[in-house]
């Protein structure tokens, strides 16, 4: 690939706003795809590039803790074993102990971290002995919703405790059915949520536990006002637990306003995933662009490919491209069904499809294994959803590449 790569870095200067790459039949922008939160921030092109680092010399937080020393029940015990679980991540085993204890919990942990059974665990187990308890977990995505009942369902598998998934894009009628069962944890997107609660199916003073999971990727989703009055109805006293990569002003507020003395957990493996390898893929202009691409595709190490373009349209058009060409593609945006999103995912999941081309929508939460690399075919919004995309490649102890396609 290093015919595609540059070899020379662009120093120190960041790349304006309006910076546009031209050349051939048309032109691009580096960064100026306006959104509703508004313009792109300008990133300095040397933060694509960046060597793996050996694991090695990589700081790992040390782990003080077995599982066996939470004092979970037999019955969650068994599940972790069944799950081959052998011993918690930093995260897990900075935050269980706390929230065993009834402490509010800001978890501050990049993505891949293992954040998902931190809450979970000791939820599950409070939830198990005392079946009166009940759980509102919120997620930004139908994906990352539905990927969180998958991980209660199988930890409390045998254990009598339900659930329910009330997210957009899925029949409100058949959540309704579920909520009238009365579950133990409710696990929802904020709109889907709020549209609940107008028609009185869902009543938020119920739950005495509340998570927040990825708060800031729902703050810049624009959801700071549902998750306000959500928050806003809940009982007190409660447990109130966020999840977070970022801590921006945003979510000070919030947690000034609806947690009490929160013990602060954070698990930083440094701006980006240490494990991947970056780099840019230089491309003179927008024409060259496919063909760039489908070059690149067709190497063989490029075994699990996992694409990232702006817009919905983009995903599709770049999508029908690639299929015309002989490719094995699906592709994930908002505009799709949740069954369609979901057959996509599991075609990806599954190997049927070697090429997933998505949005934003896929940049969180989502865990697939075996991704080789990641492709930035559009600059990222900003910085920190970077980190967010590439971080599906390169989890846990396997490692990943991360291209990113910018102007020549």
Known sequence: MSSYFTKQRFGSRNVSRNRRFTGGRSSFYFKTTRRAGGWGESIDINKFIRKAVDPAVVKVDEIKH???????????????????????????????????????????????????AA??????????????????????????????????RAFAQDMRIYSAVCVGGMPIYAQIHSLRRSPNFVIGTPGRLKDLNLRHQIRFEQFKNIVLDEVDRMLDMGFVDEIRNILGQLPS?????????????????????????????????????????QDVVRVPNQGAKFQTLHDLLNKDELKKV??????????????????????????????????????????????SVNILVATDVAARGLDIRDI?????????????????????????????????????
């Open 66 to 116: 077995a599982f066996a020393d939470f004092g979970f029940s037999p019955a969650l015990s068994a599940n972790l074993e069944k799950r081959n679980y052998p011993k918690p991540t930093p995260v897990q085993d900075q935050s269980i102990g706390y929230i065993i204890g009834g402490k509010d919990i800001i978890g501050l942990a990049d993505t891949g971290t293992g954040k998902t």
């Open 119 to 152: 809450f979970l665990l000791p939820l599950i187990d409070k939830v198990y002995r005392n079946k009166q308890e009940k759980v509102l977990i919120i997620a930004p995505t139908r994906e990352l919703a539905l990927q969180i009942d998958n991980e209660l």
């Open 306 to 351: 996992l694409i990232f373009n702006e817009t919905k349209h983009g995903v599709e058009k770049l999508t029908d491209e690639l299929v015309r060409s002989g490719f094995r593609a699906e592709s994930i945006h908002g505009n799709k069904r949740q069954s369609q999103r979901q057959r996509s995912l599991t075609l990806f999941r599954e190997g």
């Open 372 to 408: 080789t690399h990641v492709i930035n075919y559009t600059v990222p919004q900003s910085f920190n959803d970077y980190i967010h995309r590439i971080g599906r490649t390169g989890r846990g102890a396997s490692r990943g590449k991360a291209l990113t396609f910018v102007g020549a």
């Open 237 to 277: 006293p409660r447990q109130s637990l966020f999840f977070s990569a970022t801590l921006p002003p945003r979510i000070k507020e919030l947690v000034q306003q609806f947690l009490t003395r929160p013990v602060t957990v954070e698990v930083k493996t440094g701006e980006t995933a240490a494990n991947v390898e």
